[in-house]
């Protein structure tokens, strides 16, 4: 274990001054961060009408068929203590094998019990995200095993990079929980990876953050770390939930041991689920979209029935990710037109369960260039007509998920905030109406300086991060830079201006204590 | 006018055959170059329910609102035979002024009369297309002074940039008509440009095109040469709308001469009327949303009534082109949050007066970066749920319409043929639902080699132009293509594979004739 980093956080910004002065001298870091971009994205709402492609008819044919397929095909579940629940839950589960069966009546006995909405417990209040309903939650990209920026191209995921992506995704509001950890960093050893990542996450962020499920002890380490970071009790823990984790499907119709054993320990816990099947078209799901669905509705259907089995009332997720493969090499292709018609299906079916609907932001290109930007359009534009809840690799998502870019978030950032500036209600006042304003100016004239003009010009309008505007003779004289360019001069200016957020000594100290003593344990033994 | 190059089309293709040999050894060439792209989005329908951001009572209050500017502000009608037909009509002209001020009941009256749907015919009647309702209509890149490609950078208009950008057109079906000049070829002279560039229109292509109100003498050699092209009687094209003309408002509130005198010649002739205010919320039009949208409602109905009074039922269509400008400069922006509103309320709009819906594909980037494509796919998200039913600058248009970019082009016939494969309906026939096919999978294996997948893989997704999904080594070995990159190959290869679609010789013989006494006449007098 000789390659474990520290977990101790040597927090300077660019003046060298430490966090704690920094703090004092500016009043608390989380408001200092939140003032810097004035806070005007959180708790985004989605008052549009939901789009939808399936008829009634063909929503329940999809709804019925999957049913069959849990019904007559059945899912292999490789863990026996989730047999065993399943099979009190009057689940049929064939002897000697890892396969159960179930009746279709269960599944709807059991699913009914999840809840709509819940709220997910930041350590700062401010940053609780409501899910479900007509909310709208953005989460930052995760678990890629590459990350990249321009100067230093794609390499290998690490702490240092964890901890950049970690702060931007601190640094804007409209990211509004971390989901995961935005790169894996194999610098740290598994062993004790998921003590230093989570403990990052409860300094660098005061947002609600992601455990991974891969095995128990690493689920009750976050569970500890999520209480003592919020300082808590058990029992509020219990009450509130403070942690979710994403449970995949091994697909098609498996679920593993370690993700069984996450849906066993979180929802027992109170916490939340994150259910979600990633059923490729033609690859790990049948090649045509509606079989796709079918197959993602049979997966999560039986995840989302097993925490109801663990608890009722557990909150959790239906969580879509049909995509298509690309027909010429079988590579994951996202943000296609495939993509935007599984995404607002699966919001179908998800209210159809009037259970939270999870999706993702995604795209497949290699770099930050057009493709980059229209894959991710067309999901923003699939998961917000579709009524997606809560969105996954909502920033920074790159390279059909292989890359977090540090690029791409500011360029995430920028469309997230247009989406949540699109979905601010158009004020139709009198004053917005502005008939006086038409009649001042009359035929001819113009509304450059206009009293109606000058008391609104300044928040008139979206601002955005990247979009140069600026003609072409003034842009060609600053270099011709492009999108990539701006995202990289800003991902930059944001890292320097990151404060941490305020967090109260004694919690980190009991959160250090904690991490700490789980090392000096050894963390969760590894084979390696 | 030594400066005005000839109209002979000189075509050869890469092998130096000439046009008509090639047609006879492979077909008629429109039917090959449908067959090259397999005319798979001719006639789209966007069956999707539109997107509202008014509630009734809003919608009425701009409505309203907009009637109570023609009333009591009214408009300034900038052409002496116009408001002659406007005071007959019953509108109140100031005497000795341009003022003319509208009842509002004389508005609602005059609109009710405008079609709902119609057709406009080309001379090829497969690519006719059908206006209003649930159809969705997309038009080339028009009237950019500028053209640009990756070598040989941004230049002025000229006409081997426009022929190329014409044939471009031709080449794919999803753009199913041109949308004016493509780029103004400035070293054609004014006098006769109209003659060469529509004749380019005829030839180069076998869609329906535009003309542009520029005086009553191009309007008039405008239906000539259309009434030729499609070898029909003058009452014929009286009975048929063939083509188009786009009239916009000297916002806010004028219609000046040109525009006019456009209206009076293309509706008595029963011919196409895009009626199109431009109204920049904070520049011609209030800096409020719902303000710009009074305005561009007032400015539209008046255009709409007048094509009316010329003639009951002449074809018309109401345009909205509604965005905001850049807080720091004061230049138009595109495709932002408040244009997308602009657009889905302009739908609204349109919607209540039964008159289709025009609008357009736009973005403000002066290159092709992530930027172009995420302005202009936000561009189409609200087009699309909006319910815009005539997509003007559908393809290539580039920084705020200044330039005609080939490789713009590409991208955005990619785009829009994402857009056209999202509208097709999901299959969910009990084949699609694939029942049988997880079944034969079973949980664990995988659908790769499936006679399921067999049977419909090479059709089931949606094939890119651009999407690079190679993987990051096989990329990075490729040398790392942008879209940009691969936009700028497949323009050039297109172009290498174009050819001119059939015309029946005799039509040809007359428009060639028709174009040398017009030119031998002079063209259209000009001042230089």
Known sequence: MSDITSSALPETDSTGAPAERRRRSGGRGAERVRSSDGSKYLNLVNRLARTELLDPEALEDIHQTSLTVLEEIGMDVMLPEARERMRAAGADVTEGTERVRFDRGLIEEMIASAPGEFTMHARNPARNVRIGGKNLVFAQVASAPFVADREGGRRAGNQEDYRKLVKLAQSYDVIHLTGGYPVEPIDIHASVRHLDCLSDMVKLTDKVFHCYSLGRQRNLDALEIARIGRGISHDQLDAEPSLFTVINSSSPLRLDGPMLQGIIEMSSRNQVVVMTPFTLA??????????????????????????????????????????????KTGAPAFGTPEYMKAVIAGGQLARRYGIPYRTSNTNASNTIDAQAAYESAMSLWALTQGGGNFIMHAAGWSEGGLTASFEKFILDVDMLQMVAEFLKPLDVSPDALALDAVRDVGPGGHYFGTAHTLARYENAFYNPILSDWRNFETWTEAGRPTTYDHANRIFKETLARYERPAIDPAVEEELDAFVARRKAEGGVATDF
Not at 289 to 297: D, K, S
Not at 308 to 325: H, I, L
């Open 282 to 327: 033609g690859a790990m799901a049948p090649v045509t979209i509606a079989g796709a669905l079918v197959q993602q509705n049979a997966e999560a259907l039986c995840g989302i029935a097993f925490t109801q089995m663990v608890r009722k009332g557990a909150p959790v997720m239906y969580g879509g990710f049909t995509s298509n493969v690309d027909m």
